[in-house]
């Protein structure tokens, strides 16, 4: 599990500077994370295509929740925007305390992050329970849905990611110069409260 | 989370070797693990193939119903490009571009085996629709709103294709973090083999192209089965959209199959030529254009539908043609003059060369909307395409098999047997897809079961017929060859081929760790100056700084 382990057979036989992963620059595991989140940049691209595609082809003006449900609820949707650009703030106040070493701090902010993250599922879970339409109600709760939906699924894969760098916290498993998993798991955090600023902006303010 | 630690008396440890294979992270067994998955999943798609042209041999319906015969050329296409061509080069990559770079295994060794694993599940998900009241029908490119008929089968490719998806996602991010951080000392860049160069931009490809799939396969999923209309005009959709999306993913995808196949043949050339590959960079900066192109062209595929700009992706489309002009060239120029040896691979590595600058031009062709026009979904297509994927990726996998064989197994595989096998597939190939250029011409459709005696078509399909039986054929010498050699087949010794780059370096097959030592790394062939001498006596330690200074003086040689 460690990078000693994994590195040890070509240590002891091949040419030492080989099996430094990578020698200077970026830990590979964060080049990992960001070239998936890379990937996950043209997932959502697709997503929001199909989005603006359907916005294009209906007429001018009809465009929203089918006749007979609710208006999205702008101003829950606005307090979820809050809560999760928060958590982002609390993930970073995380990465600094670990930086710095300290690992309380570290758990802290970590925890903050995971409550404020599943705060925001509830929150849209509660949303979806009002709006009263559904994924079949034409092309905008389709696109609505999907887009929404898909987003929520990444912060529940983030929150899993969260708990289990918490978990490790516990055990004591980051210090100052080791913890290269909380950093790569508050990239993607970041990653996912960005795809929402932009899932935000583009249903709610922009219709 | 266990923290492991080595303990002195591993190398004790024994387990079986079913468990030890399962198991395994050594990139080098993934790599294999690739590469047999993918000729098993060939034979596969190899037999429908048959049972495509067996019923297409004369007119009338012979041997298979028309719902059968759909079933059929949807599962050849989508098996044969996502389960075959495309992990067997992966597999490759996989074993060897580590070894090119003097690494010891992967960046990511565990997630390279999840990538490998989801292949098999991926695949037999695809084909379990023939359980479950028929697979999918409606061809690989699964156009909506065909799709919106299709029955389990449909969903059943729809997830088996998101799960092999993903692997290729995880197996990019993989090399990629592999070439930019698992380098030895001394290589740098413009010091990395061409293959190596090849599988990067592949996997640039893969990471970028294929997410967007998985996007369009999710929208699919959705209309499919919880009343979603992303692709249904009744209320608002658009089933164009799909074209696009698939497209968008479909295009790269093209360059996907074929990019590692040509860094296959460009390290096969040079060796067998005795000559360095002529235009080192160009052939990069080629390379690295093909991969921008390629999304830039995607709606090539869709000048019928009249709701693409023709002029833009018409152009766009012939520009690839310069990129690719280069390397057709980098490659004449590396034969110019050497001394040619015209071992199995180097005649797979030949047959690549022609069969696919056929394939080229008949794409070129095909950019031009008024020919387009005329020739969409006809067998012409069809032919353009195999000459592509078959004459030139498929090429490029048994040129890798012949030519890595001896370091993955220690042994050479038998070369009459190898010439035997090459000179039946290859006049197999031509006999099957050739005559399809004419049927496409006089107007025969792709995808129909049937057509009438009085169309004129019956010759030429028939000879199409005998050349598809012809290919099946000279697999026959080849697992004859593979069988025999496992048993009693040539030690190979470290460099059977007085190879040029790292992978000949190390024993055959490598250790575990791959390398014992590694020669010191000053060109794009260290093994090639390593036997034959260079101007560098010292070792020296190297980055981007010094190695331009390291290229002149090798252009200067040895004083």
């Given at each position: 599990?460690?990078?000693?382990?994994?590195?040890?057979?070509?240590?002891?036989?091949?040419?030492?500077?080989?099996?430094?992963?990578?020698?200077?620059?970026?830990?590979?595991?964060?080049?990992?994370?960001?070239?998936?989140?890379?990937?996950?940049?043209?997932?959502?691209?697709?997503?929001?295509?199909?989005?603006?595609?359907?916005?294009?082809?209906?007429?001018?003006?009809?465009?929203?929740?089918?006749?007979?449900?609710?208006?999205?609820?702008?101003?829950?949707?606005?307090?979820?925007?809050?809560?999760?650009?928060?958590?982002?703030?609390?993930?970073?106040?995380?990465?600094?305390?670990?930086?710095?070493?300290?690992?309380?701090?570290?758990?802290?902010?970590?925890?903050?992050?995971?409550?404020?993250?599943?705060?925001?599922?509830?929150?849209?879970?509660?949303?979806?329970?009002?709006?009263?339409?559904?994924?079949?109600?034409?092309?905008?709760?389709?696109?609505?849905?999907?887009?929404?939906?898909?987003?929520?699924?990444?912060?529940?894969?983030?929150?899993?990611?969260?708990?289990?760098?918490?978990?490790?916290?516990?055990?004591?498993?980051?210090?100052?110069?080791?913890?290269?998993?909380?950093?790569a798991v508050s990239m993607y955090w970041h990653f996912v409260d960005v795809v929402w600023i932009a899932v935000f902006s583009t249903i709610y303010l922009l219709r | 989370?266990?923290?492991?630690?080595?303990?002195?008396?591993?190398?004790?440890?024994?387990?079986?070797?079913?468990?030890?294979?399962?198991?395994?992270?050594?990139?080098?067994?993934?790599?294999?693990?690739?590469?047999?998955?993918?000729?098993?999943?060939?034979?596969?798609?190899?037999?429908?193939?048959?049972?495509?042209?067996?019923?297409?041999?004369?007119?009338?319906?012979?041997?298979?119903?028309?719902?059968?015969?759909?079933?059929?050329?949807?599962?050849?296409?989508?098996?044969?490009?996502?389960?075959?061509?495309?992990?067997?080069?992966?597999?490759?990559?996989?074993?060897?571009?580590?070894?090119?770079?003097?690494?010891?295994?992967?960046?990511?060794?565990?997630?390279?085996?999840?990538?490998?694993?989801?292949?098999?599940?991926?695949?037999?998900?695809?084909?379990?629709?023939?359980?479950?009241?028929?697979?999918?029908?409606?061809?690989?490119?699964?156009?909506?709103?065909?799709?919106?008929?299709?029955?389990?089968?449909?969903?059943?490719?729809?997830?088996?294709?998101?799960?092999?998806?993903?692997?290729?996602?995880?197996?990019?991010?993989?090399?990629?973090?592999?070439?930019?951080?698992?380098?030895?000392?001394?290589?740098?860049?413009?010091?990395?083999?061409?293959?190596?160069?090849?599988?990067?931009?592949?996997?640039?490809?893969?990471?970028?192209?294929?997410?967007?799939?998985?996007?369009?396969?999710?929208?699919?999923?959705?209309?499919?089965?919880?009343?979603?209309?992303?692709?249904?005009?009744?209320?608002?959709?658009?089933?164009?959209?799909?074209?696009?999306?698939?497209?968008?993913?479909?295009?790269?995808?093209?360059?996907?199959?074929?990019?590692?196949?040509?860094?296959?043949?460009?390290?096969?050339?040079?060796?067998?030529?005795?000559?360095?590959?002529?235009?080192?960079?160009?052939?990069?900066?080629?390379?690295?254009?093909?991969?921008?192109?390629?999304?830039?062209?995607?709606?090539?595929?869709?000048?019928?539908?009249?709701?693409?700009?023709?002029?833009?992706?018409?152009?766009?489309?012939?520009?690839?043609?310069?990129?690719?002009?280069?390397?057709?060239?980098?490659?004449?120029?590396?034969?110019?003059?050497?001394?040619?040896?015209?071992?199995?691979?180097?005649?797979?590595?030949?047959?690549?060369?022609?069969?696919?600058?056929?394939?080229?031009?008949?794409?070129?062709?095909?950019?031009?909307?008024?020919?387009?026009?005329?020739?969409?979904?006809?067998?012409?297509?069809?032919?353009?395409?195999?000459?592509?994927?078959?004459?030139?990726?498929?090429?490029?996998?048994?040129?890798?098999?012949?030519?890595?064989?001896?370091?993955?197994?220690?042994?050479?595989?038998?070369?009459?047997?190898?010439?035997?096998?090459?000179?039946?597939?290859?006049?197999?190939?031509?006999?099957?897809?050739?005559?399809?250029?004419?049927?496409?011409?006089?107007?025969?459709?792709?995808?129909?079961?049937?057509?009438?005696?009085?169309?004129?078509?019956?010759?030429?399909?028939?000879?199409?017929?005998?050349?598809?039986?012809?290919?099946?054929?000279?697999?026959?010498?080849?697992?004859?060859?593979?069988?025999?050699?496992?048993?009693?087949?040539?030690?190979?010794?470290?460099?059977?081929?007085?190879?040029?780059?790292?992978?000949?370096?190390?024993?055959?097959?490598?250790?575990?760790?791959?390398?014992?030592?590694?020669?010191?790394?000053?060109?794009?062939?260290?093994?090639?100056?390593?036997?034959?001498?260079?101007?560098?006596?010292?070792?020296?330690?190297?980055?981007?700084?010094?190695?331009?200074?390291?290229?002149?003086?090798?252009?200067?040689?040895?004083?």
């Amino acid at each position: 599990m460690t990078a000693r382990t994994a590195a040890q057979p070509a240590g002891e036989h091949g040419p030492p500077a080989a099996i430094e992963h990578g020698g200077s620059g970026m830990p590979t595991a964060l080049l990992g994370m960001l070239l998936f989140i890379a990937s996950e940049v043209m997932f959502f691209g697709g997503l929001f295509a199909t989005y603006f595609n359907a916005r294009a082809s209906v007429p001018a003006g009809t465009w929203g929740p089918p006749e007979g449900a609710h208006e999205l609820d702008i101003a829950l949707a606005g307090v979820l925007t809050a809560i999760l650009l928060a958590s982002s703030f609390t993930m970073q106040f995380g990465v600094w305390a670990i930086r710095r070493g300290d690992i309380g701090k570290m758990r802290m902010w970590t925890g903050i992050t995971l409550v404020l993250g599943v705060l925001f599922l509830m929150g849209q879970l509660y949303d979806y329970s009002e709006l009263g339409f559904g994924i079949a109600d034409g092309v905008f709760g389709t696109t609505f849905y999907t887009l929404t939906g898909f987003h929520g699924a990444h912060v529940f894969g983030g929150a899993v990611g969260l708990t289990v760098i918490l978990a490790r916290a516990m055990r004591g498993q980051f210090s100052r110069r080791n913890h290269v998993a909380v950093e790569a798991v508050s990239m993607y955090w970041h990653f996912v409260d960005v795809v929402w600023i932009a899932v935000f902006s583009t249903i709610y303010l922009l219709r | 989370m266990a923290t492991t630690t080595l303990e002195p008396r591993a190398a004790a440890y024994r387990r079986s070797w079913v468990i030890d294979w399962l198991t395994t992270v050594d990139h080098k067994k993934i790599g294999i693990l690739y590469i047999t998955n993918s000729f098993l999943f060939f034979f596969a798609a190899g037999i429908l193939a048959l049972v495509i042209r067996s019923e297409l041999a004369v007119p009338g319906l012979q041997f298979v119903d028309q719902n059968t015969y759909n079933q059929a050329f949807t599962m050849h296409g989508t098996i044969m490009l996502f389960l075959f061509i495309i992990p067997a080069l992966s597999g490759f990559a996989n074993y060897i571009v580590p070894l090119q770079l003097g690494a010891p295994d992967m960046a990511f060794p565990r997630i390279n085996a999840l990538s490998f694993w989801l292949l098999p599940i991926g695949g037999l998900l695809i084909f379990s629709g023939y359980l479950f009241g028929g697979a999918a029908a409606e061809g690989w490119t699964g156009y909506a709103p065909l799709t919106q008929q299709g029955g389990v089968g449909t969903d059943l490719w729809i997830i088996g294709l998101t799960l092999v998806g993903t692997a290729s996602i995880l197996g990019a991010v993989n090399f990629i973090a592999t070439i930019f951080k698992m380098r030895a000392p001394g290589m740098t860049l413009f010091r990395m083999p061409i293959f190596v160069w090849t599988v990067l931009v592949t996997a640039v490809l893969i990471l970028l192209a294929t997410p967007v799939l998985a996007a369009g396969l999710i929208a699919l999923f959705i209309d499919r089965n919880y009343g979603g209309s992303f692709f249904d005009p009744s209320v608002g959709g658009n089933p164009v959209l799909w074209q696009h999306i698939f497209w968008f993913f479909g295009h790269p995808e093209v360059y996907i199959v074929i990019l590692p196949a040509m860094g296959v043949v460009s390290e096969v050339l040079p060796v067998f030529s005795r000559k360095p590959l002529f235009g080192y960079r160009a052939f990069v900066f080629a390379t690295i254009a093909i991969g921008l192109l390629s999304f830039s062209v995607w709606a090539h595929h869709m000048f019928t539908t009249g709701a693409v700009f023709l002029p833009f992706f018409s152009f766009m489309t012939a520009l690839i043609a310069i990129p690719t002009g280069i390397k057709m060239f980098n490659w004449l120029a590396t034969l110019w003059r050497g001394k040619l040896m015209l071992t199995t691979p180097m005649l797979f590595a030949l047959g690549f060369l022609s069969m696919f600058l056929i394939g080229g031009i008949s794409g070129v062709m095909l950019a031009s909307p008024p020919i387009d026009f005329h020739l969409q979904d006809t067998y012409f297509v069809v032919a353009h395409l195999h000459y592509v994927f078959f004459g030139g990726s498929v090429f490029g996998v048994f040129a890798a098999t012949y030519y890595w064989f001896p370091k993955m197994f220690g042994r050479k595989l038998n070369e009459p047997l190898g010439k035997v096998h090459f000179w039946i597939h290859f006049i197999g190939f031509n006999l099957a897809f050739f005559p399809m250029h004419q049927l496409g011409l006089s107007g025969m459709p792709r995808r129909v079961s049937d057509y009438g005696a009085d169309t004129g078509w019956t010759i030429l399909n028939f000879a199409s017929t005998i050349g598809a039986f012809m290919i099946a054929v000279s697999i026959i010498p080849f697992l004859i060859n593979v069988v025999a050699t496992f048993i009693n087949g040539e030690p190979a010794g470290d460099d059977p081929w007085e190879g040029n780059t790292l992978e000949w370096a190390t024993t055959s097959p490598p250790p575990p760790y791959n390398f014992d030592t590694l020669p010191p790394i000053h060109s794009e062939r260290p093994l090639f100056f390593l036997t034959h001498g260079h101007g560098h006596a010292a070792e020296r330690p190297s980055d981007l700084e010094e190695s331009a200074e390291d290229d002149v003086e090798r252009r200067e040689g040895p004083v």
